[in-house]
T-cell receptor, first 112, second 113 residues
Framework: DAGVIQSPRHEVTEMGQEVTLRCKPI?????LFWYRQTMMRGLELLIY????????DSGMPEDRFSAKMPNASFSTLKIQPSEPRDSAVYFC??????????FGEGSRLTVL | TQLLEQSPQFLSIQEGENLTVYCNSS?????LQWYRQEPGEGPVLLVT?????EVKKLKRLTFQFGDARKDSSLHITAAQPGDTGLYLC?????????????FGQGTRLTINP
């Protein structure tokens, strides 16, 4: 069975550019989470959706970050404009009714 | 300041040794989870503990939830190179909701052959 699929796996961009990260949750899962992982702060929850509806975005760092879930099989996390401090590994995870989390392999973002 | 403090942050031991990793907080959690993460991959759930004092075993791994539900430990017996990885604890705070997990910074474990 396919797990959570994230793209791109790696992205290197310059400060000020727009970055879009993509996630396909496991089929049948109705909760989706975006996390960010850094050495300094560990894993932090950015936002989560339940049945495609954003439930809590209090972890989103600032207005430069936005996330959407237009349907049950796709979500995006967008950073515009990107800054060097946004460099991190971004994980998407999905679950059934906010149960056991299944993580994707992550998108490693480097902003120069 | 981390809500969940893990110790040690780094641990390198020889194959066959035993080890314990700790996860501590001043907050009470309704449940606590342990994950293992390997390089280039996402965390994978190992266990969830929900009752104060609960002990769960997964082969050579023993997980315990503190009586007050503020701390947890992971004990590995006869460690093997395949146990190498980043171990993360994550807690669901009482009254906040199980979906808003708080993660510790992790213990990076290396088992040398």
């Amino acid at each position: 069975d396919a797990g959570v699929i994230q793209s791109p796996r790696h992205e290197v961009t310059e400060m000020g550019q727009e970055v879009t990260l993509r996630c396909k949750p496991i089929s049948g899962h109705n909760s989706l989470f975006w996390y960010r992982q850094t050495m300094m702060r560990g894993l932090e929850l950015l936002i989560y959706f339940n049945n495609n509806v954003p439930i809590d975005d209090s972890g989103m760092p600032e207005d430069r970050f936005s996330a959407k879930m237009p349907n049950a099989s796709f979500s995006t996390l967008k950073i515009q404009p990107s800054e060097p401090r946004d460099s991190a590994v971004y994980f998407c995870a999905s679950s059934i009714n906010r149960g056991k989390l299944f993580f994707g392999e992550g998108s490693r973002l480097t902003v120069l | 300041t981390q809500l969940l403090e893990q110790s040690p942050q780094f641990l390198s031991i020889q194959e066959g040794e035993n080890l314990t990793v700790y996860c501590n907080s001043s907050s009470v959690f309704s449940s606590l989870q342990w994950y293992r993460q390997e390089p280039g991959e996402g965390p994978v759930l190992l266990v969830t503990v929900v009752t104060g004092g609960e002990v769960k075993k997964l082969k050579r791994l023993t997980f315990q939830f503190g009586d007050a539900r503020k701390d947890s430990s992971l004990h590995i017996t006869a460690a093997q190179p395949g146990d190498t990885g980043l171990y993360l604890c994550a807690g669901a705070r009482v009254g906040v909701g199980a979906q808003k997990l708080v993660f510790g910074q992790g213990t990076r474990l290396t088992i040398n052959p």
